[in-house]
């Protein structure tokens, strides 16, 4: 299990180490794409409003390929996966460096998305089995700092990336960081693997086709496209999940099992989770865009606009344990959600005139009530579940997030572009379309409050000594 290293220690020292190298590639790459997305468009021949789909093939990828990473693992080996995790992750870096199209950015980061969609998992579990309980913890605080770090220098370094090269070392700067992952995971990664590991690869492909229809659904929607057309893959995709719901209801083995939605806090934990994030996830884009295409502003400029968002998540993190137990899940989750949507739908008020440092204020208490409500939502929702369903629960949470950016994203820039070609809307001012976008996904934030609103007062109590970061 422990290949040539004969020191345990040694393996749990380093460990650490690759799993943050994993979360910190990932992470970065994530957002460093926001800040660069006008230059990339200019260099492609590509309307910025069309280069969602660069962000969202990358996220619906991770979301499909989570709930496997688990199953490869234990059939093949959680150092073999990993290595060819990095390594598939870089190759796909590569790959989008060298892409002279959008259809091939869309294949590369498609690529990216397998290798990310193994990382983090397979690096987690290699934790959780390297480490004792009484050690995990302190050992995850320290290999997820890379998790909160990169979202503040993503931005800032895909902007300046822009301005001093071109928007190919984004990607490029992935493969050195790939490769000493590579080559520490060989010497240092142990090698866990289970007996029998089992997959339901029907479950897996019913609920895959789900996503990728509604994901193409949304985004058609933004693309001029025949509102019947839009409309079958729309109803095709939730018919593919009424299916899975068929095939999970006679399966013991389904991929999500259906007991999970029978606890009620991992009910409403999920749906508040998808609702909530739909609106808030497009924000670190439509922001950038919006201090570039209408402001003027360069790239760097709008990274250092956004990064106070995620510094100011990273700040309050300390403190978010106290003001939870202070106030209590439903309060927090209920009141936070509707503040959170009251600021997003405040980025319409600045002119095209004001300063676009009046953003940065607005962005900092977004990112306070970003880190509470992450923490509560993802810790309410595993509040109840048993032993046993913990690793199911986990992985549904976690594609339920990738989904929800990936849909979020998706509904942001289709409503940008619908509220900037409707001429009643716009009236031909661009500018308009973003202020009537930032009050739309504000509105549909407060309501994505209502479902957390039934939760009880006493829900979370077991919860005092127990956390789960976003």
């Known amino acids: 299990m422990w290949g040539t290293i004969q020191d345990k220690k040694v393996v749990k020292k380093f460990m650490p180490y690759l799993l943050a190298t994993a979360i910190f590639m990932q992470m970065l790459d994530s957002t460093i794409l926001n800040t660069a997305i006008p230059a990339i468009a200019a260099d492609l021949n590509e309307s910025t409003y069309n280069m969602q789909s660069a962000i ?3 996220v619906l990828t991770l979301a499909l390929f989570i709930p496997v990473s688990g199953f490869l693992a234990d059939r093949f080996g959680t150092k073999r996966i990993f290595i060819l995790s990095l390594f598939v992750f870089s190759l796909g870096s590569l790959f989008c460096a060298m892409s002279t199209s959008l259809i091939l950015l869309d294949i590369s980061r498609v ?7 193994l990382m983090t998992p397979v690096g987690r579990l290699a934790m959780i089995k390297t480490f004792p309980k009484n ?3 302190e050992a995850m605080n320290y290999a997820i700092m890379p998790a909160l770090i990169g979202p503040i220098l993503g931005p800032l370094i895909g902007g300046y990336l822009v301005e001093i090269v071109s928007w190919h070392w984004i990607f490029l700067i992935n493969i050195p960081m790939g490769l000493i ?3 520490f995971a060989i010497k240092y990664m142990p090698d866990y693997r289970e007996k029998n590991p089992k997959l339901d690869v029907v479950g897996f492909l019913i609920f895959g086709s789900a996503s990728i229809l509604l994901s193409v659904g949304l985004e058609l929607m933004g693309h001029s496209s025949s509102f019947t057309i839009v409309s079958i893959v729309i109803v095709i995709g939730f018919l593919m999940l009424y299916f899975y719901y068929r095939h999970a209801k006679k399966n013991n083995n389904a991929l999500f099992p259906l007991n999970l939605f029978e606890i009620r806090t991992f009910r409403i934990g999920i749906v508040g989770n998808l609702l909530t994030r739909l609106g808030i996830s497009s924000i670190p884009l439509l922001v950038p865009l919006l201090i570039q295409l209408e402001y003027g502003a360069s790239a760097s400029t709008s990274g250092w606009i956004i990064a106070p968002m995620a510094l100011a998540s990273l700040s309050t993190k300390p403190f978010v344990v106290t003001i939870i137990d202070r106030f209590g899940y439903r309060n ?12 997003i739908s405040t980025l ?5 005139h004001m300063s676009i440092y009046w953003y940065i ?8 009530l970003n880190s509470v409500q992450f923490t509560a939502m993802n810790s309410i929702t595993v509040s109840n579940l048993r032993d046993h369903q913990n690793s199911s629960g986990n992985s549904l949470l976690s594609v339920n997030q990738q989904l929800a950016i990936g849909f979020g994203i998706a509904i942001g820039l289709t409503t940008l572009q619908i509220m900037q070609e409707t001429e009643w809307i716009s009236h031909g001012d661009t500018h308009r379309g973003f202020q009537v976008t930032f009050v739309f996904i504000g509105c549909m934030t407060v309501l994505s409050a209502l479902v957390f609103r039934r939760l009880h007062e006493s829900d979370g109590e077991n919860l005092k000594s127990k956390r789960v970061n976003a």
């Open 56 to 58: 969202v093939s990358y």
């Open 111 to 117: 690529i990216q998305g397998l290798g990310g969609a």
């Open 135 to 137: 050690e995990l913890v």
């Open 181 to 183: 992952g590579i080559l």
């Open 332 to 343: 927090i989750l209920t009141f936070n959600t509707v503040l959170l949507g009251i600021l």
């Open 348 to 352: 319409a008020i600045p002119s095209i």
């Open 361 to 368: 204020p607005v962005l900092v208490l977004m990112g306070i």
